[in-house]
């Protein structure tokens, strides 16, 4: 079944302490995005990629980052988590940018950090 | 600032009757409205969606409804049943644009 695959589904790291969440999908989706989901929120887009094309959330603090190597996959690298960065992280594809176009989701990947 | 509002965090519905969630939004912009469900240790995943030149969606036991005046949107579910229990997201984009922006969510419980 063609999806949207996200690992490890929980990480735990440790307060300032570098980590990367990674995406891929089986869809071939031109386009991705991340999201930061925490508890009893909204989730609250961080950035996403149109192909090899950068786009970063006005709000996205620069502790975020993201790569896109290749069509099916994509990563989010954190460089110095805080507290306040323990979340859900879910990634999502979709065919295009447009509004019309529905987001494919993997099933997240839940971050603590100690 | 939440753009996409739903307000009831939670609702209990007896198996077999209507379920309505409601959504409001603040962007006079927004034209286009999806609903999303997620399962526990899931992501979510699509439900419905409806587009602004229209007032109603219908997709077997599932109708959107949309009152731009009032900036408002209801999902129906009728009849609910026990596999319904989830949490359900409204989102909410411009057609020219390219994110969703997405409300809290309320989690429905379908008693059986």
């Known amino acids: 079944d063609a999806m949207v695959i996200q690992n490890p589904r929980y990480q735990v790291t440790q307060f300032g302490k570098p980590v990367t969440l990674s995406c891929s999908q089986t869809?071939?989706?031109?386009?991705m995005y991340w999201y930061q989901q925490k508890s009893s929120q909204a989730p609250k887009l961080l950035f996403h990629?149109?192909?090899?094309?950068?786009?970063n959330e006005a709000d996205t603090p620069d502790n975020f980052q993201s790569r896109r190597p290749n069509t099916s996959f994509c990563f989010l690298d954190i460089r110095s988590p805080g507290l306040g960065d323990a979340a859900m992280y879910l990634c999502?594809?979709?065919?295009?940018?447009?509004?019309?176009?529905?987001?494919?989701f993997g099933p997240g990947t839940r971050l603590l950090v100690l | 600032d939440q753009q996409v509002k739903q307000n009831s965090p939670s609702l209990s519905v007896q198996e077999g009757r209507i379920s309505i969630l409601n959504c409001d939004y603040t962007?006079?912009?927004?034209?286009?409205f999806l609903w999303y469900k997620k399962y526990p240790a899931e992501g979510p995943t699509f439900l419905i969606s409806?587009?602004?030149?229209?007032d109603k969606n219908e997709d077997g036991r599932f109708t959107v409804f949309l009152n731009k005046s009032a900036k408002h949107l209801s999902l129906h579910i009728v009849p609910s049943q026990p596999g319904d229990s989830a949490v359900y997201f409204c989102?909410?984009?411009?057609?020219?644009?390219?994110?969703?922006?997405f409300g809290t969510g309320t989690s429905l419980t379908v008693i059986p």
């Open positions: 869809l071939n989706h031109n386009v």
């Open positions: 409806i587009s602004s030149i229209k």
């Open positions: 962007n006079s912009m927004f034209d286009y």
């Open positions: 990629y149109y192909d090899k094309d950068f786009n």
């Open positions: 999502a594809t979709s065919p295009q940018t447009s509004g019309s176009g529905t987001q494919y």
């Open positions: 989102a909410a984009s411009s057609l020219t644009g390219n994110q969703f922006y």
